[in-house]
């Protein structure tokens, strides 16, 4: 280390040479990639992440079943817009307001934009999903067994009377009461659909400059979890740019307060940039995202940067008019410093390269940039700051250090004379500072066990924000803003295929009996189709697999088989549609019974405000095909009531709806929970109910229950983070304290430190 030293005070300007052309070196790394990437598109260019999601990694159980439940059910994340008219004695049912949300409706469906890197594809809002007024079907009855679907709102009303007329059809649909209009009439929601969350902030910044062109008396709310992450991913980055800086000017002050000498201080505030720019451009040189977490490094690393410059200058300071030789003061100052600094940068390295401990990704990389630019810094400090000292001029010295006097003694300051008192106050009554430090920690723990796990993206942002704001008023006055999805899938693990096998066998069997005296060839082809299912039975992916080959091999037959054959394949059709319906599980009405009664265990949580399912669109199409009659909301006895009204949904304008709540082989539904908070403690109180629920009352079939969205991946990459900074704390600590008692050679002394 001496050595080190005396090199940088004898050749200052070589240490100066090469610091500056490593910061250039990694500065062009950093940031030519991203002005010219065509000419250097074999360096990684800065990419910058606001996605909370990516808290978690790709590979997590629970990260890799929300993307794939999505793609199943095509959900996607959502824009809430709220409209509310407290004025008009009808809220927003009145002309003037339903004709500014039609317009702002048909305005959305504009918001789409060709992506860069993918020409031919768009990005932005899913025209085909939005729901909206003018968007969704009315679903009426049109006589016995006749359903009638016609657009809610096809045109803006032009009298009060359309205008109440939209509400109270409105109003008959389970889906769109609470969801798409509030029970009191004052509000309207509109659900935008985005090709992906990282688009959110631009379309509400579109939606925004649109609403400020209207005139009226409503208000406009716009909310959502991808719109509160992706703002705060974006203000989030602003606050960075203007808080490093402003952290540099305070540091500034503070030294400039001290030591009076501009030219002096300087160098620290070099060593800070220095190693901001290392860290950051070895960052982005690796091809590692600029996350939330990771735009914070700045700010970490320039107050730690600076500490071991202070220890120097102070040194410096205290002995330079001992000698008034730079080169002496500097050398005797490094000598002295050389280990504590050294070992408090190791300490400070092991400290936040612990976080690489925790399973959260971004934490992982913040924990360790930040020990490498910890390192950064110590390193430029014990070489750079003599160099620096020596570089400048000797008239900078004068009038500079601290004056002697009678005796040896020095100046005493306003601060040593507190830190003298402070330090005869801990000589003289040891015990009494003992038991107060005591006393604290046991207050400290008893505040440490009544943690609470909780959090909320949209309270990440100040009471008077607009999302804040706009998230108050819309969880008034619907069911909630906050989605999260509770898919449930029939159970193929309970269900082994040669044991399936043979209950189709049976049923195949048991018809061919039954039809044996009316058809004669249908002995023949029942024991052809057997035949087949034994085959197909080995080679079948899944049960329903297995059926949809059976199926294809029927038809197949029908086409090409014998004339007096075409009546025994016809019926092998129908008796494979019954086994299907049998396995299409969520036709089945106690399985659909079973979904509405989890809702009505979901509402009284009291926390999920509305949810939505399957067994809603059956109620309500059943209900429309029975006159309206309003004890016919209901789920109908049979499965093949239950196919009808579903087959009757699909004449709808939107058929596709179905599949956001049923996959197409009623194998796997979702359940829509809207909730009125995002906190974790809320989303973990309704999982929690439902999971008592279940043992309670198990569901009538085999089925599995999982959840996903937003709201519920949230509670799962917070709890990991804190579960992991505990381990990664406990972590840090003993290794600190195994390096402690190495550097000492003690055991003594090491735990007070």
Same mark, same amino acid.
């Given at each position: 280390?001496?050595?080190?030293?005396?090199?940088?005070?004898?050749?200052?300007?070589?240490?100066?040479? =090469?610091?500056?052309? =490593?910061?250039?070196?990694?500065?062009?790394?950093?940031?030519?990639?991203?002005?010219?990437?065509?000419?250097?598109?074999?360096?990684?260019?800065?990419?910058?992440?606001?996605?909370?999601?990516?808290?978690?990694?790709?590979?997590?159980?629970?990260?890799?079943?929300?993307?794939?439940?999505?793609?199943?059910?095509?959900?996607?994340?959502?824009?809430?817009?709220?409209?509310?008219?407290?004025?008009?004695? /009808?809220?927003?049912?009145?002309?003037?307001?339903?004709?500014?949300?039609?317009?702002?409706?048909?305005?959305?469906?504009?918001?789409?934009?060709?992506?860069?890197?993918?020409?031919?594809?768009?990005?932005?809002?899913?025209?085909?999903?939005?729901?909206?007024?003018?968007?969704?079907?009315?679903?009426?009855?049109?006589?016995?067994?006749?359903?009638?679907?016609?657009?809610?709102?096809?045109?803006?009303?032009?009298?009060?009377? /359309?205008?109440?007329?939209?509400?109270?059809?409105?109003?008959?649909?389970?889906?769109?009461?609470?969801?798409?209009?509030?029970?009191? &009439?004052? !509000? %309207?929601?509109?659900?935008?659909?985005?090709?992906?969350?990282?688009?959110?902030?631009?379309?509400?910044?579109?939606?925004?400059?649109?609403?400020?062109?209207? $005139?009226?008396? /409503?208000? #406009?709310?716009?909310?959502?979890?991808?719109?509160?992450?992706?703002?705060?991913?974006?203000?989030?980055?602003?606050?960075?740019?203007?808080?490093?800086?402003? !952290?540099?000017?305070?540091?500034?002050?503070?030294?400039?307060?001290?030591?009076?000498?501009?030219?002096?201080?300087?160098?620290?505030?070099?060593?800070? %940039?220095?190693?901001?720019?290392?860290?950051?451009?070895?960052?982005?040189?690796?091809?590692?995202?600029?996350?939330?977490?990771?735009?914070?490094?700045?700010?970490?690393?320039?107050?730690?940067?600076?500490?071991?410059?202070?220890?120097?200058?102070?040194?410096?300071?205290?002995?330079?008019?001992?000698?008034?030789?730079?080169?002496?003061? %500097?050398? !005797?100052?490094?000598?002295?410093?050389?280990?504590?600094?050294?070992?408090?940068?190791?300490?400070?390295?092991?400290?936040?390269? $612990?976080?690489?401990?925790?399973?959260?990704?971004?934490?992982? %990389?913040?924990?360790?940039?930040?020990?490498?630019?910890?390192?950064?810094?110590?390193?430029?400090?014990?070489?750079?700051?003599?160099?620096?000292?020596?570089?400048?001029?000797?008239?900078?010295?004068?009038?500079?250090?601290?004056?002697?006097?009678?005796?040896?003694?020095?100046?005493?300051?306003?601060?040593?004379?507190?830190?003298? &008192?402070?330090?005869?106050?801990?000589?003289?009554?040891?015990?009494?500072?003992?038991?107060?430090?005591?006393?604290?920690?046991?207050?400290?723990?008893?505040? =440490?066990?009544?943690?609470?796990?909780?959090?909320?993206?949209?309270?990440?942002?100040?009471?008077?924000?607009?999302?804040?704001?706009?998230?108050?008023?819309?969880?008034?006055?619907?069911?909630?803003?906050?989605?999260?999805?509770?898919?449930?899938?029939?159970?193929?693990?309970?269900?082994?295929?040669?044991?399936?096998?043979?209950?189709?066998?049976?049923?195949?069997?048991?018809?061919?009996?039954?039809?044996?005296?009316?058809?004669?060839?249908?002995?023949?082809?029942?024991?052809?189709?057997?035949?087949?299912?034994?085959?197909?039975?080995?080679?079948?992916?899944?049960?329903?697999?297995?059926?949809?080959?059976? /199926?294809?091999?029927?038809?197949?037959?029908?086409?090409?088989?014998?004339?007096?054959?075409?009546? !025994?394949?016809?019926?092998?059709?129908?008796?494979?549609?019954?086994?299907?319906?049998?396995?299409?599980?969520?036709?089945?009405?106690?399985?659909?019974?079973?979904?509405?009664?989890?809702?009505?265990?979901?509402?009284?949580?009291?926390?999920?405000?509305?949810?939505?399912?399957?067994?809603?669109?059956?109620?309500?199409?059943?209900?429309?095909?029975?006159?309206?009659?309003?004890?016919?909301?209901?789920?109908?006895?049979?499965?093949?009531?239950?196919?009808?009204?579903?087959?009757?949904?699909?004449?709808?304008?939107?058929?596709?709806?179905?599949?956001?709540?049923?996959?197409?082989? #009623?194998?796997?539904?979702?359940?829509?929970?809207?909730?009125?908070?995002?906190?974790?403690?809320?989303?973990?109180?309704?999982?929690?109910?439902?999971?008592?629920?279940?043992?309670?009352?198990?569901?009538?079939?085999? =089925?599995?229950?999982?959840?996903?969205?937003?709201?519920?991946?949230?509670?799962?990459?917070?709890?990991?983070?804190?579960?992991?900074?505990?381990?990664?704390?406990?972590?840090?600590?003993?290794?600190?304290?195994?390096?402690?008692?190495?550097?000492?050679?003690?055991?003594?002394?090491?735990? #007070?430190?």
């Amino acid at each position: 280390m001496h050595r080190l030293f005396e090199f940088s005070v004898n050749r200052p300007k070589i240490i100066a040479w =090469i610091m500056a052309s =490593i910061t250039v070196v990694f500065l062009l790394v950093a940031t030519l990639p991203s002005i010219w990437p065509n000419t250097f598109s074999l360096l990684n260019p800065l990419t910058v992440d606001t996605d909370p999601e990516n808290m978690l990694p790709e590979d997590e159980a629970v990260r890799v079943f929300h993307h794939l439940a999505k793609q199943e059910f095509s959900l996607h994340d959502m824009v809430v817009v709220g409209i509310v008219n407290d004025v008009h004695p /009808e809220g927003v049912f009145n002309p003037g307001s339903l004709s500014r949300i039609y317009e702002l409706a048909e305005f959305s469906k504009t918001l789409t934009w060709p992506i860069k890197d993918n020409p031919g594809q768009n990005e932005g809002v899913i025209e085909i999903d939005i729901i909206a007024p003018s968007m969704v079907d009315n679903i009426e009855q049109g006589g016995l067994g006749i359903v009638k679907f016609e657009w809610l709102m096809i045109a803006p009303p032009t009298t009060d009377e /359309e205008a109440l007329s939209i509400r109270r059809k409105a109003e008959r649909i389970p889906f769109l009461k609470g969801t798409v209009l509030s029970e009191n &009439g004052k !509000a %309207i929601a509109l659900y935008l659909p985005l090709t992906s969350k990282d688009v959110s902030y631009k379309v509400s910044i579109k939606l925004n400059e649109k609403i400020s062109g209207f $005139s009226g008396e /409503e208000q #406009y709310f716009i909310t959502g979890l991808p719109v509160a992450e992706d703002t705060f991913g974006v203000e989030m980055f602003k606050q960075m740019a203007i808080s490093a800086p402003l !952290a540099m000017i305070i540091i500034f002050l503070l030294m400039l307060f001290f030591f009076r000498k501009i030219a002096l201080i300087i160098s620290p505030l070099i060593i800070a %940039i220095v190693s901001v720019i290392l860290t950051m451009g070895l960052l982005i040189a690796t091809g590692n995202t600029v996350h939330i977490m990771s735009s914070m490094i700045p700010i970490f690393i320039m107050p730690i940067a600076v500490l071991d410059a202070v220890h120097i200058l102070s040194e410096f300071f205290d002995r330079y008019q001992e000698t008034k030789d730079r080169r002496k003061t %500097i050398l !005797a100052v490094m000598n002295t410093l050389s280990a504590p600094m050294l070992y408090t940068t190791l300490t400070t390295t092991v400290g936040f390269g $612990s976080l690489a401990l925790t399973p959260i990704p971004p934490v992982q %990389i913040f924990g360790l940039f930040v020990a490498f630019g910890v390192l950064m810094a110590w390193f430029w400090t014990v070489t750079f700051i003599p160099a620096y000292i020596m570089l400048m001029g000797q008239k900078s010295f004068e009038n500079f250090g601290m004056k002697e006097f009678d005796g040896g003694l020095k100046t005493k300051t306003s601060l040593s004379s507190i830190l003298s &008192g402070m330090g005869r106050l801990t000589f003289n009554h040891p015990k009494p500072i003992m038991a107060v430090t005591v006393l604290l920690s046991l207050i400290a723990m008893v505040g =440490i066990y009544r943690i609470n796990i909780n959090d909320n993206p949209i309270k990440w942002f100040k009471p008077s924000h607009p999302i804040r704001v706009a998230d108050r008023v819309l969880n008034k006055h619907f069911g909630g803003s906050y989605m999260a999805y509770l898919a449930l899938e029939a159970d193929e693990s309970k269900r082994e295929p040669d044991q399936y096998a043979q209950t189709v066998s049976n049923q195949i069997a048991i018809r061919a009996n039954a039809l044996e005296d009316t058809i004669p060839a249908v002995k023949k082809v029942f024991r052809e189709l057997q035949s087949a299912l034994s085959k197909f039975s080995k080679k079948a992916t899944s049960n329903q697999d297995l059926l949809d080959k059976l /199926e294809k091999f029927a038809n197949f037959r029908a086409d090409v088989g014998a004339e007096n054959e075409f009546d !025994a394949w016809d019926e092998a059709l129908l008796t494979l549609d019954q086994v299907k319906q049998k396995n299409q599980i969520f036709k089945q009405p106690k399985v659909l019974t079973y979904i509405s009664e989890l809702q009505a265990h979901l509402l009284s949580t009291g926390i999920v405000g509305k949810s939505n399912s399957l067994a809603d669109i059956v109620k309500t199409v059943h209900r429309e095909l029975l006159l309206g009659d309003e004890k016919q909301f209901r789920i109908p006895d049979s499965a093949n009531a239950v196919a009808q009204t579903l087959l009757t949904y699909q004449n709808s304008h939107r058929p596709h709806d179905l599949w956001h709540f049923v996959t197409p082989d #009623y194998r796997k539904t979702s359940i829509w929970a809207q909730l009125k908070s995002g906190d974790n403690m809320d989303m973990a109180k309704v999982v929690n109910g439902i999971d008592q629920y279940i043992i309670k009352k198990p569901p009538p079939a085999s =089925i599995k229950l999982q959840w996903f969205g937003l709201t519920y991946i949230n509670v799962i990459w917070q709890e990991k983070m804190v579960h992991g900074m505990l381990q990664a704390f406990v972590g840090s600590f003993l290794v600190v304290l195994l390096m402690m008692i190495f550097l000492f050679d003690r055991l003594y002394g090491v735990f #007070y430190r």
